[in-house]
T-cell receptor, first 114, second 115 residues
Framework: AQSVTQLGSHVSVSEGALVLLRCNYS??????LFWYVQYPNQGLQLLLK??????LVKGINGFEAEFKKSETSFHLTKPSAHMSDAAEYFC????????????FGTGTRLQVTL | EPEVTQTPSHQVTQMGQEVILRCVPI?????FYWYRQILGQKVEFLVS????????KSEIFDDQFSVERPDGSNFTLKIRSTKLEDSAMYFC?????????????FGEGSWLTVV
C-alpha cells in the first residue's frame, strides 16, 4: 500500500526565506505524487504533481518539488516565502496503475513571520 | 476554471439524525470521491465511485454511509444516523478519465457538526 510521511507538523520561516517542506513516500510501484495546499477555512487546492515526466516539477505560486527515487522523496520548496504562503500543506500519493484514491500525509502547517 | 461545488458549507445536526451532503462534480468527470478531515487530523479517503457504483471504500465507510448519483450532475453522501465522531469536514472530489486524469479536484468542503 502507498503511504507518505511528512516530517515536521509545523514549520516556521521568515518572509523572504527558503521554504522546505519534506515528504517521503512508500510505494511498490512508480507513484504519482501531489502537493495540495489548504488555506484557512478553504478546501484543498492542487499545487503541483509528479506523474513520471520531469523529476523537477513546477507548480503555482512559485512552488516546486523534485522527485528523487533514490531517496523516495518529493520535497516541496519555494525560494522566497511570502506571508500569503501561510497554510497547511499536504503531500499525497496515488497508485500509478489505477491512479485512483489519494493517500495523504499528516500535513505541515507553514507559518511565515515578518 | 471548472470547479467542484459542495452544499451545504456548514451543517449542524443532532446525533442520530440523517444528513445528506451534496456535491456537483466538474462536468465530464467520471470518477467521484468523498474524503473527510476531522479537525486537526489528516485528510482520509472514504469512498470512490465510478460508472454508477462504488469502486473502492475505506474501513471508515461503514453501513451508516451511502453514496448516490441521483441524476447527471449531483453526487451525494448520506450519513444515516450521525454520531458525534462524524463531526468533520467532508470533501467531495472528482477526476476525469483522460488528459489530466491523474489529478483529483476537490471542493471547498462541507463542515458537519454533530451535537
Amino acid at each position: 500500500a502507498q503511504s507518505v510521511t511528512q516530517l515536521g507538523s509545523h514549520v516556521s520561516v521568515s518572509e523572504g526565506a527558503l521554504v522546505l517542506l519534506r515528504c517521503n513516500y512508500s510505494s511498490s510501484v512508480p507513484p504519482y505524487l501531489f502537493w495540495y495546499v489548504q488555506y484557512p477555512n478553504q478546501g484543498l487546492q492542487l499545487l503541483l504533481k509528479y506523474t513520471s515526466a520531469a523529476t523537477l516539477v513546477k507548480g503555482i505560486n512559485g512552488f516546486e518539488a523534485e522527485f528523487k527515487k533514490s531517496e523516495t522523496s518529493f520535497h516541496l520548496t519555494k525560494p522566497s516565502a511570502h506571508m500569503s504562503d501561510a497554510a497547511e500543506y499536504f503531500c499525497a500519493v496515488s497508485d500509478a496503475g489505477t491512479a485512483s484514491k489519494l493517500t495523504f500525509g499528516t500535513g505541515t502547517r507553514l507559518q511565515v513571520t515578518l | 476554471e471548472p470547479e467542484v461545488t459542495q452544499t451545504p458549507s456548514h451543517q449542524v445536526t443532532q446525533m442520530g439524525q440523517e444528513v445528506i451532503l451534496r456535491c456537483v462534480p466538474i462536468s465530464n468527470h467520471l470518477y467521484f470521491y468523498w474524503y473527510r478531515q476531522i479537525l486537526g487530523q489528516k485528510v482520509e479517503f472514504l469512498v470512490s465511485f465510478y460508472n454508477n457504483e462504488i469502486s473502492e471504500k475505506s474501513e471508515i465507510f461503514d453501513d451508516q454511509f451511502s453514496v448516490e448519483r441521483p441524476d447527471g450532475s449531483n453526487f451525494t453522501l448520506k450519513i444515516r444516523s450521525t454520531k458525534l465522531e462524524d463531526s468533520a469536514m467532508y470533501f467531495c472530489a472528482s477526476r476525469a478519465t483522460t488528459g489530466t486524469g491523474n489529478t483529483i479536484y476537490f471542493g471547498e468542503g462541507s463542515w458537519l457538526t454533530v451535537v
